[in-house]
């Protein structure tokens, strides 16, 4: 029978009018706070996406040329958006796969955040072995790519990567020291030591969360008399909401009313060097 890999992702609205229901997947039937809803929205509608997803493209496309790279049927399999992770493994089974390789499109373990995909991973698959990968956040490919979009630029590089709250460091969650990890060999083989690390995307959740935050951060670069930033998002693979807005809006705003020029790295998205990446994960599981 054939092998198969589920991809996962987050997930995205395709459209403006299924935020609402984007949302309340999320929040998986805790209460939600209007005004938190009505923010998500606003800021969907100002990125333009009115109609169609382009992150939904993007990673349909990196899909399509994983298929490709490996000559094995990849489905995505989405946790807060159709197809969903359940969907995608009935697929692969439905198609006669007995083994099937689960690889989500974000390379830092936390029980947070990975384990929610294994999570609905594990009972899809049905009785077929299942090789999950944790995590692959010093993967030689990855770590190279990024490092080719900062190498050379005389800005100093902040990595930043989606918060989680601070009580995963009570438990000995891992998901810090590998985003520590990731960017310390990411500037190494890039040749950069003027570096620094920051959380971007803060959920306001009324607990503490990993700091410091990209704009309060930007703040002290500044007083620090730095007065030019590349970010360098290495928790992120793909141009999500956190990009787009959180990046591309919101810290952008922030550094222009600091008087700092701030660029970001093209993300990876389907990039070839990225998809072959990637395959070479899923070979290795099979192995």
């Avoid at 959380?199 to 030019?228: C, K, Y």
């Amino acid at each position: 029978m054939p092998d198969a890999v589920v991809l996962m992702a987050y997930g995205s609205p395709e459209r403006l009018a299924d935020v609402p229901a984007y949302y309340a997947d999320i929040r998986g039937g805790r209460p939600v706070a209007p005004e938190h809803l009505a923010d998500l929205v606003e800021r969907y509608r100002r990125l333009g996406i009115e109609e169609s997803s382009p992150l939904n493209a993007i990673t349909e496309e990196t899909r399509a040329a994983l298929e490709r790279e490996l000559g094995l049927p990849v489905y995505t399999g989405m946790k807060h958006w159709a197809p969903h992770i359940a969907d995608a493994a009935e697929a692969a089974l439905a198609a006669g796969s007995d083994r099937i390789v689960g690889l989500v499109l974000a390379p830092h373990y936390s029980a947070l955040s990975i384990e929610g995909y294994r999570e609905q991973l594990e009972p899809a698959v049905d009785g077929a072995e299942l090789e999950f990968v944790e995590s692959w956040h010093v993967e030689p490919g990855f770590v190279e790519l990024l490092a080719d979009r900062i190498r050379g630029s005389d800005a100093h590089v902040v990595f930043t990567a989606h918060s989680l709250p601070a009580r995963i460091l009570d438990t000995g969650d891992p998901y810090k020291d590998q985003l520590l990890e990731t960017a310390d060999a990411v500037a190494r083989t890039a040749g950069v030591g003027d570096w620094s690390f920051s959380f971007q995307s803060e959920s306001p959740t009324g607990e503490p969360w990993l700091g410091p935050d990209i704009l309060d951060h930007l703040e002290a670069l500044h007083a620090r008399g730095v007065d030019s930033v590349l970010v360098c998002p290495v928790g992120f693979v793909s141009d999500h909401l956190e990009i787009r807005w959180d990046i591309d809006v919101e810290a952008q705003e922030k550094a222009a009313e600091l008087g700092l020029r701030l660029e970001r790295i093209e993300m990876p998205n389907a990039d070839p060097a990225f998809v072959r990446t990637l395959a070479g994960i899923v070979r290795r599981a099979l192995r």
